[in-house]
Nanobody, 123 residues
Framework: VQLQASGGGLVQAGGSLRLSCAHS????????MGWFRQAPGKEREFVAT????????RYADSVKGRFTISRVNAENTLYLQMNSLGPEDTAVYYC?????????????????WGQGTLVTVSS
């Protein structure tokens, strides 16, 4: 199983970015997926998660109302739309997948990980 995150870059505060994660999960059945991020010197933290159908989503309080997670299973792609970005959102963003369809906020519950894409927000 491969996950490839993309879409990161440099953006000014208040701007937007959309991250994508191309994956090869279809052969495994139904899988919950998530986005996590890791800022320099900090632990990896939960950002958002989504069930296979997209009917269940969860967000970290710090991004609620600004970020939207979505997926298009027919295209094997997970997305994270990020709006109203601030310097505190600067981090490497990782997409991840579980082996089942249970949404979770814990990184340890995810089996497959992408390589990460860097998001830098300037003030």
């Amino acid at each position: 199983v491969q996950l490839q995150a993309s879409g990161g870059g440099l953006v000014q505060a208040g701007g937007s970015l959309r991250l994508s994660c191309a994956h090869s999960l279809r052969t495994l059945g139904t899988n919950a997926m998530g986005w996590f991020r890791q800022a320099p010197g900090k632990e990896r933290e939960f950002v958002a998660t989504i069930s296979w159908s997209g009917s269940i989503t969860r967000y970290a309080d710090s991004v609620k109302g600004r970020f939207t997670i979505s997926r298009v299973n027919a295209e094997n792609t997970l997305y994270l739309q990020m709006n109203s970005l601030g310097p505190e959102d600067t981090a490497v963003y990782y997409c991840a997948a579980r082996i089942d369809n249970m949404v979770s906020v814990r990184p340890s519950d995810y089996t497959y990980w992408g390589q990460g894409t860097l998001v830098t927000v300037s003030s």
